[in-house]
């Protein structure tokens, strides 16, 4: 069994459905690294997930520790990561609200002091998963510790459209130091130059590395050197789509639990694609619970 360390945030959402002009409401929990870990968990990796945790535990919280060890820094219930959304269908939605709450509590200091006991118990990473954080930069400082302790796990990452926004640069940077990176399509045309309809032309994997590009209903692209300059497409798998939240993550979860398991990058995104087409049938993480 691979094991897996995803660095990223839990948190407590309120998601609105549209459909036929009406609209239910559900409380759910969701969170990038949160979407990741328990996707990675599902697909077959033991996933340990450093994310702020609360206490006391909401019992909506509690059956996480279930699936996945999570470990991270102490906080109030009050206190956690949030998301409001409307999902109108049709891949349209509107943001009501967003809180990234104790995220900067995530340090290199508090990850080292926390996993120390893992680590040194021989629990070695197969990979290290940095899901989106409130900034690129911060990304990237997880991701050069990890490569500073030449530990041999593989490198990942994700990004998303205001990351991009906020600093090209940066996300450039996280990118060329990871071994693996997932953004959607729409990632990929902010990251390629000014005027180009899509980056999957410009975005060039290093040796050994693989990117991969995922694009909705249209499926997902997979780039690496190994496949001699030239790219690879996958189907998505057909669903009932009732809320999109979640699904890139899912994918990249999915994805990196069968690669660190030894499946190929091919059969890797095709489990991920598998996947996300069965948590976007449900409202937010419920699929798990």
């Not at 559900?26 to 702020?52: D, E, H, N, R």
């Not at 945790?53 to 909506?60: F, I, N, R, T, V």
Request: charged share 15%.
């Amino acid at each position: 069994m691979g094991s897996i360390l995803v660095i990223g945030c839990v948190s407590l959402d309120t998601i609105h459905l549209e459909q036929s002009g009406q609209r239910e409401t559900f409380k759910t929990i969701g969170g990038a690294g949160l979407f990741t870990a328990l996707a990675a968990a599902k697909s077959g990796a033991q996933v340990t997930l450093y994310a702020p945790k609360p206490q006391p535990m909401p019992a909506l919280l509690s059956p996480i520790e279930t699936m996945l060890s999570w470990q991270g820094p102490t906080v109030a219930p009050e206190n956690m990561p949030t998301l409001e959304i409307i999902h109108h269908g049709g891949g349209r939605a509107t943001l009501l609200g967003a809180s990234w709450g104790p995220e900067q509590m995530l340090t290199l200091k508090n990850l080292d002091q926390l996993l120390h006991d893992e680590i040194n118990k021989e629990k070695t990473f197969a990979a290290v998963h940095v899901a989106a954080l409130s900034s690129a930069g911060r990304q990237l400082e997880f991701i050069k510790h990890w490569r500073n302790c030449d530990t041999g796990a593989l490198l990942s990452a994700g990004t998303y459209a205001r990351a991009i926004n906020n600093d090209k640069q940066a996300v450039l940077d996280l990118i060329r130091n990871c071994d693996i990176f997932f953004m959607n399509s729409n990632e990929a045309g902010l990251l390629s130059s000014e005027g180009e309809s899509s980056g999957q032309k410009k975005i060039i994997p290093a040796p050994g590395q693989t990117i991969f590009i995922t694009d909705g209903e249209n499926g997902a692209t997979i780039l690496s050197d190994t496949f001699n300059e030239s790219t690879r497409h996958i189907a998505a798998t057909a669903a009932d789509e009732q809320d999109p939240t979640g699904a890139g993550d899912t994918f990249c979860g999915a994805t990196l639990a069968s690669i660190v398991q030894g499946m190929g990058v091919i059969q890797s995104a095709q489990a991920g694609a598998n996947l996300a087409a069965k948590i976007i049938e449900k409202p937010g993480s419920s699929y798990y619970f």
